[in-house]
């Protein structure tokens, strides 16, 4: 099983990229000569979210668990929460908190409900008790150095497709980051990330739309993030006429190009529906600069939302293929022609 999906999910909600805004009445953050504030910095070294911020909550003023993730994430706590997906219609016990650690604080107002929040470092994971071995994905040995080092802010409301999510993360980090068709239609949950590593940041959508780390594999190099199923675990060579590839082919395959498929969609919009790969072969014709075909049986194979950036068109090519999760595709490349093909 590469994910395990329960309980009733919501709709997309929302997004916001950059510093969160503010939600007054749900949550602030002690003076900085205060008592909680000297303490939230002598406890900076454990390990916790960064300042331990406090907690303020009036009970019974969420319905939900999500509207109550959702006001804390906007609120000037500035705690990271990630909430697993599944979770966000239970409805919120009428507690209420005054200036409570972060944590602590909310372990309180989800324990009524059966769910536990670990720590996670830069955030507060939120999920059901048995649901631990979720906690234990990580892409940080995976990633690049040159996108490890990188850092930025994240919010996404429950039910946000993962190809969504990771289109979203490949503007903010600034680079691709997209996952094959095992993974990519699961939906994540509602999550705010402010300010923290790249690693963080894709371990939280992950976490949140409950992918088990023994199911997925990540590769990464400097351009791009390719997050695939275990049983994705084909060969990446896609071109299917190698040995015959002349040095002006071999040429065009290492030309740099950034496309955006499918085109016109922007950086802040999700795409509804999967654009089939016939509606894309004139994008790819008109970056790459020769024409790029496709046998007719492949036509209506799926190609989720990606911005390919500053990225050599064999990796293009290879990525748009091995979205597909199934050994038997790949392109033939001419000076002029691209096809992608049946094996």
């Known amino acids: 099983m590469l994910f395990k999906n329960c309980g009733a999910f919501g709709t997309a909600v929302g997004i916001a990229l950059g510093v969160m805004g503010v939600l007054g009445g749900c949550a602030t953050t002690p003076p900085a000569d205060s008592d909680a504030s000297k303490a939230d910095s002598d406890s900076s070294d454990r390990g916790s979210v960064q300042h331990q911020p406090r907690l303020t909550v009036n009970g019974g003023e969420h319905e939900t668990l999500g509207q109550l993730v959702r006001a804390l994430g906007e609120s000037e706590s500035g705690g990271g929460i990630v909430l697993v997906s599944g979770l966000e219609e239970r409805p919120t016990p009428a507690i209420s908190l005054t200036r409570s650690a972060y944590d602590t604080g909310l372990q309180r107002l989800v324990a009524p409900l059966n769910l536990q929040v670990l720590d996670k470092g830069t955030y507060q994971f939120i999920l059901p008790s048995g649901y631990e071995s ?14 490890a080092k990188r850092r930025a802010s994240l919010a996404l409301g429950a039910g946000t497709d993962l190809f969504n999510a ?3 993360i490949s503007t903010v980090l600034d680079v691709t980051v997209l996952a094959d068709n095992a993974l990519a239609d699961v939906w994540c949950g509602e999550l705010f990330l402010q300010d923290v590593p790249a690693a963080h940041l894709l371990n939280g959508v992950l976490q949140s739309a409950r992918v088990v780390p023994a199911a997925v594999v990540v590769e990464s190099t400097s351009d ?4 695939r199923s275990v049983a994705n675990g084909v060969d990446p060579d896609r071109c299917l006429n190698r040995g015959a590839v002349t040095s002006g082919a071999s040429a065009l395959l290492s030309r740099r190009v950034s496309v955006r498929v499918p085109a016109g969609l922007g950086d802040d919009e999700f795409q509804y529906e999967v654009a089939p790969l016939a509606s894309v072969l004139g994008t790819l014709s008109d970056a790459f600069g020769v024409s790029v075909e496709a046998d007719a049986s492949l036509h209506a194979f799926p190609v989720n939302r990606a911005h390919f950036r500053n990225m050599t068109i064999e990796d293009v090519l290879t990525l748009i293929v091995r979205q597909w999760p199934v050994p038997d595709f790949g392109f033939h490349v001419e000076e002029e022609r691209i096809v992608f093909a049946r094996k």
């Open 224 to 227: 791009y993030v390719f997050i």
């Open 166 to 168: 990771l289109a979203v």
């Open 134 to 147: 979720l906690a234990a994905l990580s892409v940080e040995d995976e990633l690049h150095p040159d996108i």
